[in-house]
């Protein structure tokens, strides 16, 4: 099984060199642009499109043959991407340009790269450290991107392509609730804090208000000070948001590797957009939108591939709000769970009792039966259906459950009254 990680490395280059990056950065994205505006928009496959337009792509553009292809290649795929996520397709900005192991090369004797620009073929030396060399030590890299960052640095991100052990099959499931207070919470009683991510992304908020008001007013001197200084906060918060996700994450994944453990995540696709149609201050519109879930999924993604670890998606809904021992929804008020059920009266952290849920969505993901926690919640008559997670009709703690509903689906529907519950938010 092959693996493929990429690592930037930045670039040491002088004026003449960086006018050149920049002229063929600018003709390979009005190459992209071109093409798209040119082409049928439903065409994605870059055999067809070369046939009709490669050509006029070399003319136009003065490319070399593989960045002409590689302009191609890059429409396509962008136009994949957005037909799969059903968006608009963006402008080519002149940022960022695609090369494979034809235009591209890596010395290690040297620590430096030869790439094909739009005149002439360059040799670039690297600055790098020892954390880049290290992992360039000893690899042949036949694919990397050239990238132009918002701060005029030239990078290389170099792909690097590994080869691991398929993954490992097991029955052992390490759940992980993902949220804002606690950041990641597992089922083991492992959490990891929010708190001081919020206070850091606060102070960073309160400078940047403060110096956007001085930038706007004030003395010449004063203002272009204050934009000095917000040029230099650029990144920190989100450098320091990706120290933390890395550090979760590979924990996360160690640990599962060494007790041969598979990984349930929640699956909260779209919750940003859902969360923000409704009514909230502008702080907590801002602390939802900085949530950096999605990071932290891919870095727990592409870390596990390297280690052979399963990574499971599940549903999140009623995870927190169910009682992990007797899979009634119960009553949840920020840090605090109480189940309703008179059989149980289960109190815990809501957040601990999420990860043991999504750890036995894990355990049971490919079970026939489907996962087996589910709700179904019907508000015209106020009855909130459960499935149960084994079929001897036995929660989690082994607390039993009423009868099952006879018209159900025969998958071990569980009724609880209106009366005795409350529903879930």
Same mark, same amino acid.
């Given at each position: 099984m092959k693996a493929i990680t990429t690592v930037a490395c930045k670039l040491q280059v002088d004026k003449n060199i960086s006018a050149e990056i920049d002229e063929t950065l600018f003709m390979f994205a009005a190459a992209c642009e071109w093409v798209n505006a040119n082409t049928p928009k439903d065409l994605t496959n870059k055999t067809k499109m070369q046939k009709l337009v490669y050509n006029q792509v070399r003319e136009q553009f003065g490319l070399s043959a593989n960045l002409a292809i590689q302009a191609l290649r890059r429409v396509c795929s962008n136009r994949k991407t957005v037909k799969q996520k059903n968006r608009n397709l963006r402008k080519f900005s002149p940022t960022s340009a695609t090369y494979d192991a034809r235009i591209f090369s890596f010395r290690e004797s040297d620590w430096s790269i030869s790439i094909k620009l739009l005149k002439n073929r360059v040799k670039i030396p690297l600055h790098i450290g020892n954390y880049q060399r290290g992992i360039l030590k000893g690899q042949d890299p036949k694919a990397a991107t050239l990238v132009k960052r918002r701060n005029g640095d030239y990078y290389i991100h =170099? !792909? %690097?392509?590994?080869? /691991? *052990?398929? #993954?490992? @099959? @097991?029955?052992?499931? %390490? +759940? &992980?609730?993902?949220? #804002?207070?606690? =950041?990641c919470h597992t089922s083991e009683g492992d959490k990891w804090d929010g708190q001081k991510l919020k206070a850091k992304r606060n102070h960073y908020a309160w400078l940047r208000l403060i110096l956007q008001k001085k930038a706007s007013s004030g003395t010449r001197s004063s203002r272009r000070r204050c934009r000095q200084l917000l040029q230099r906060l650029s990144g920190k918060e989100k450098r320091f948001q990706q120290h933390v996700n890395h550090v979760i994450s590979r924990r996360l994944v160690d640990k599962a590797a060494t007790n041969g453990q598979a990984i349930a995540i929640e699956d909260l696709t779209g919750i940003r957009e859902r969360t923000n149609q409704k009514p909230r201050s502008k702080t907590e519109r801002r602390h939802s939108n900085n949530w950096s879930f999605y990071m932290l999924r891919q870095f727990l993604t592409y870390k596990c591939v390297l280690k052979s670890v399963p990574l499971i998606l599940v549903n *999140?809904?009623? @995870?927190? /709000?169910? &009682?992990?021992? &007797?899979?009634? =929804? +119960? !009553?949840? !008020? +920020?840090?605090?769970f109480r189940c309703i059920n008179p059989e149980c009266l289960n109190r815990c952290d809501p957040d601990y009792q999420g990860a043991l849920n999504i750890a036995a969505l894990g355990r049971s993901i490919n079970t026939p039966g489907g996962s087996g926690l589910a709700c179904r919640v019907s508000f015209g008559v106020r009855e909130y259906i459960q499935l149960n997670l084994f079929a001897d009709g036995c929660g989690l703690g082994g607390f039993p459950h009423e009868q099952p509903v006879q018209d159900g689906d025969n998958l071990g529907l569980l009724k609880t009254s209106s009366s005795s519950i409350r529903p879930a938010v």
């Open positions: =170099i !792909n %690097l392509e590994h080869d /691991v *052990p398929d #993954r490992f @099959t @097991t029955k052992k499931v %390490l +759940g &992980c609730d993902l949220g #804002r207070v606690d =950041i *999140p809904a009623y @995870t927190s /709000v169910s &009682c992990h021992k &007797c899979l009634h =929804i +119960g !009553n949840r !008020n +920020g840090k605090s």
